[in-house]
């Protein structure tokens, strides 16, 4: 079994204006969201809860931390660089199954049950499949994560 | 046009949490799980719900699955052509970006066509 560790000090790699980068991202998609939701109205509007708003600059990020840490050690990180952000990628499509059952739960529960608690289990279900998809996948050795190594 | 601010901070902050934490987990294809986290929709559906009602909110979420295949094949595609043709992660990600309006427009058309 994969062991999922927290590394704190990979925060201090992002660079502050790439917070700034990424906040901005997120609270334009949020606003056009909003936006065309008012516009359109919410059957269009919807779509755009699952746009990928920050994918680009995030898939960047990964590439260019990657880079670098090969960099430090003398070595081209280029092609790791793309697999981390291939690999992220990977991660993400998995993610995405457990997005349409988050929005699924609430399209057919939020106006029969309290608003906030099926928020809370719309979360927890999105967890749970994500991570129970990436499990299965993980624990299947490919050429793929036996080159990255992580 | 406050909740515009409110909404533009709200999803600022809720984005840029998510991003965080793909940023502090290994291994990197279990971060990238938190690249679809639900930061958007979670952002704003507690305001949709007080402004325009849990029904407008629910039917806001019928579409987002329609924007969550679209956002599915896009994430795929990105890795596989990542792999494959080795451009840089940036290029890849941008340029594939209309892979997910023509999945979700499309879907959404062939499901919304009126009868």
Redesign the interface.
Known sequence: MKRIEVNLSSLKDTKPHEYVVRFLFGGLATVVAGLIAKKFGPVVGGLFLAFPAIFPASATLIESHEKKRKAKIGSDGRNRGRIAASLDSQGASLGCIGLMAFAFVLWRWLNHHNAWLMIFVASTVWLVIAYGLWAVRANRPRGLYRLAGR | MD??FI??????????LF??L????????????????????????????RQ?G???????????????????A???L??WV??RY?????L???TL?PI?FVV??GL?LLF?RPA
């Open positions: 909740t515009v909404r533009f901070l709200v999803g600022g902050f809720v984005v840029s991003a965080a793909g940023d502090v987990l290994r291994p990197k294809s279990f971060a990238g799980l938190f690249g679809a986290a639900p930061s958007i929709a979670l952002a704003t559906i507690g305001l949709t719900i325009d849990r029904a407008y909110a629910a039917l806001e979420c019928r579409s987002m699955m329609l924007g969550a295949v679209g956002f599915f896009y994430a795929l990105v890795g990542l792999r080795k451009p840089g992660a940036f890849a990600s941008l970006l997910w979700s427009i959404l919304e």
